[in-house]
């Protein structure tokens, strides 16, 4: 019988949180760089005190993101860590 285990690279891979308080927003998602930058590829959940979370399993290395709130991109105010983009704006950064 033969035992299954984890790649190199899904051994390595992080689990982190994101979350952004926005007890006013009806949708957030989370973009970026592991995702294609996908508005759409992965919707946060709200909690009862209006804060919204996900999570995602990252391999190692810089992964820069943005929120998306009703339609509106931002950053992560709790992020210190960011990146200039080609927009003229900031993409915030999470270090794995």
Known sequence: MAIATKSATQATKKRITFNLHAPGAAEVNLAGSFNAWNPSAR????????????????PPGQHE????????????????????????????????
Request: glycine letters at 6%.
């Open 43 to 58: 919707p946060l959940k709200c909690d009862k005190k209006g804060t919204w979370r996900t999570w995602l399993n990252l």
């Open 65 to 96: 993101y943005l929120f998306i709130v009703n339609g509106q991109w931002q950053e992560d105010p709790r992020r210190e860590n960011r990146q200039e983009n080609p927009y003229g704006s900031f993409n915030s950064v999470v270090q794995v």
